[in-house]
């Protein structure tokens, strides 16, 4: 028998404005059928933004799904409505058990509706709403930007400087808009800056966790986060933008917007909050959008919009531009909450150039038995969730060793195979070295070339990680290597340097002394090409007292010389969650002792070319300035060995080539404006 508890029934209606009567039709479907279709949908669109090569298999499957949607969401008179209609503009009126669905890929006859239409989100929900006095519209509409706020997405900070420059150079047309940048704020100003500006733009991170808002929001330094509910807060506190225009991956993804009587009233995620606070149109990505074709859309979408365009037009042709520039489906990301016919520098769309697709659904059948049935599981989950950490935390507190008796935790006889297969295990990797080196004798005697390296220009720096004492890191229960893989993970993510596994280096061996064995085919060996490291961390775990303390001391392998040590106190608790604050000073001494250096390599009317790659740690995004830091130039694009920028017009003409460049850290001001 068929299970009909998740069916939902839908009331769809297109309308046109001004008419007094309108027909509406109701069709059953399956809201878990039609969320299966939204996950796939999601997953496939995020990895065709990280696989930028698969652009027709991507929007192939895309385009399947959005037809596959539209046939069980739209009945086909709707269908025929929306094929012969000449109105530009589309507003889909849904409420809020609806939001989630994402009706702007449908697809008909071909073509998204996103593509077809200037599209814009209307909301019927039970929440409360704030109503808050509009805006003036007299006078120059005033620009926020919050660019890169975490500190941790060059291509956000450089996004809020091109857009600041944009508005800078349209300012000189007298376009009445006046643009503010900042990168690192507090929350209460962050509040105070919103309520003050007409339109407010985000590039940056954000956190979505659908089952706990306090956690979703725009991510600020030192962990600190601008949350959902920080925005619930507002409401009703005073005016609020026009628009907020919030440029990150999942910032405009929702869940349904749920209405719980005799709860507290609170948003679900960023979009909800901000529509709910007050803001007329909140732009955003629902799925995971790169930070070049991001950046792109929102010049795009800027250029439109101070044209005189409406905002979903703007929207539309911003999607357009990259849809035709980018494989990946990044067009697919955006969607508007708000009247797509409102024009902030221009008219308004005539009403004769709308339709309104409204979605409704009746949720009294289910809602009491689904409402009961997701509160006891998510008791379940929880008691059980609780009773879990409770676990793992007095697990971790008990048995982590007390250095000054662990020996006496160990059994002797399980000691003493461990230490004779420590030794076999350092016997084989010294075997395995004198082996190699008597095979490759004979290439010591051949003549070397001496290479020519432009002592400026970086060269790659390679670094390891190892434990200083095998036996204690044994009796530390695997601690210290616990604490050199995060260290490991925290170098890389966050310097140029190239992290080498030492580690596990008697399994590396191990494969190597196999694949050149008689086991192996001649054609399938491996000839060994390890690379050296430059740098070691001798990483260790000291108990000093009743303090618990890692060590690392950085040397330089060549010379032997201590570079400098670093010793950071351990605190009761998980031990990968102190790896930020323990990493931070040695991170800091690696970036600061081992910037990223080059030289321009060739200045074209198109082009601006770097002779250094990805080989040293060059990013999208990044930033380099000269000597005399007068210029800045962003990176665009990056090969191995070379890479492109882009300059500042103003700067072109003090560009030459040979001109000796370096990594720009630009200064964190609490206020930074982009026009004196």
């Known amino acids: ?49 990280r696989q930028t090569d698969k652009k027709q298999v991507s929007c192939e499957w895309i385009k399947e799904t959005g037809q596959i949607l539209c046939d069980e969401l739209l009945p ?176 405009a993804r929702t869940e349904e917007w749920e209405w719980k009587e005799n709860a507290r009233d609170d948003s679900s995620s960023l979009v909800n909050a901000y529509m709910r606070a007050g803001v007329k149109h909140y732009l955003g990505a629902c799925f995971e959008i790169m930070d070049e074709p991001g950046s792109r859309f929102a010049i795009a979408f800027y250029e439109k919009i101070l044209s005189g ?38 008219s308004n769309e005539s009403e004769t150039n709308l339709i309104i697709l409204e979605a409704t659904t009746d949720k009294k059948r289910s809602s009491k038995k689904e409402s009961s049935n997701t509160s ?56 395995f070295i004198e082996d190699y080196v008597k095979n490759s004798q004979s290439s010591k005697n051949k003549n070397t070339i001496k290479e020519s390296f432009d002592k400026w220009t970086s060269k790659p720096v390679t670094i390891a990680v190892v434990v200083g004492d095998s036996l204690k890191s044994f009796l530390n229960r695997g601690a210290d290597n616990l604490m050199a893989s995060a260290i490991e993970k925290e170098i890389k993510q966050n310097t140029r340097l190239i992290v080498l596994d030492r580690l596990s280096l008697d399994g590396i061996i191990k494969e190597l002394s196999l694949s050149n064995s008689d086991l192996v085919l001649e054609k399938n060996k491996i000839s060994p090409n390890l690379l050296a490291a430059n740098l070691l961390i001798d990483l260790q775990l000291r108990l000093d007292g009743e303090n618990l303390f890692v060590i690392m001391r950085l040397k330089e392998t060549q010379s032997g010389k201590l570079l400098d040590t670093f010793k950071e106190k351990l605190t009761k608790g998980p031990l990968l969650s102190q790896k930020k604050r323990i990493a931070k000073k040695i991170i800091g001494y690696l970036k600061k002792t081992y910037p990223v250096r080059g030289r321009i390599l060739e200045i074209t009317d198109k082009d601006i070319l770097i002779n250094i790659g990805k080989e040293v740690g060059v990013r999208n995004g990044q930033e380099y300035t000269n000597e005399s830091q007068n210029i800045i130039l962003t990176v665009i694009s990056i090969k191995s060995n070379i890479s492109k920028v882009r300059a500042r017009q103003k700067d072109r003409t003090l560009l030459t080539k040979g001109m000796k460049i370096q990594t720009y850290v630009r200064e964190q001001k609490e206020k930074t404006k982009c026009k004196k």
């Not at 530009?88 to 008909?108: A, F, G, M, Q, R």
């Not at 849809?323 to 508007?336: C, D, G, K, R, V």
């Not at 006891?376 to 060793?401: C, D, E, H, N, R």
């Open 309 to 346: 365009m409406s905002i979903g037009q703007s929207v539309k042709e911003a999607r357009l531009e990259l849809m035709n520039e980018y494989p990946a489906a990044f067009w697919s990301a955006y969607i508007l909450y708000g009247d797509p016919t409102i024009s902030y520098f221009g």
């Open 1 to 49: 028998m068929k299970n009909k508890s998740n069916d939902i029934q839908l009331t769809i209606s297109l309308q046109k404005p001004g008419k007094s009567i309108s027909s509406y039709q109701i069709i059953e479907t399956s809201k878990d059928k039609i969320k299966t279709h939204c996950r796939k949908l999601i997953e496939t669109i995020n990895q065709s933004a």
């Open 76 to 251: 086909s008179s709707i269908k025929q409505a929306l094929r012969s209609t000449k109105a530009s503009c589309l507003i889909l009126k849904l409420d809020d058990y609806l939001v989630d669905i994402p009706w702007e890929l449908l697809c008909l006859n071909n073509q998204f509706l996103c593509e077809r239409f200037n599209m814009g989100r209307v909301v019927m929900t039970r929440q409360s709403i704030s109503e808050t006095d509009e805006r003036k519209e007299s006078g120059p509409k005033k620009l926020w930007i919050l660019a890169n706020p975490g500190g941790d997405l060059p291509g956000a900070a450089s996004e809020g400087l091109q857009i600041c420059d944009f508005m800078d150079e349209s300012s000189e047309d007298k376009t009445p808009i006046i643009a503010n940048l900042d990168t690192s704020i507090s929350i209460d100003k962050i509040k105070t800056n919103i309520r003050n500006s007409d339109f407010v733009h985000f590039a940056g991170h954000v956190n979505y966790h659908p089952r706990d808002p306090e956690q979703s929001g725009w991510k600020l330094s030192d962990n600190k986060l601008f949350s959902v509910r920080d925005v619930d807060k507002m409401s009703g506190s005073g005016k609020m933008p026009d628009m907020i225009f919030s440029n990150a991956c999942q910032s």
């Open 376 to 431: 006891q599981s998510w008791k379940i989950v929880s008691f059980v969730a609780i009773g879990l950490t409770i676990f793992f935390a007095l697990l971790f507190f008990f048995y982590l060793p007390d250095l000054k008796s662990s020996k006496s935790l160990v059994d002797p006889a399980v000691l003493n195979v461990f230490i004779e297969q420590e030794k076999e295990k350092q016997q084989t990797i010294a075997n």
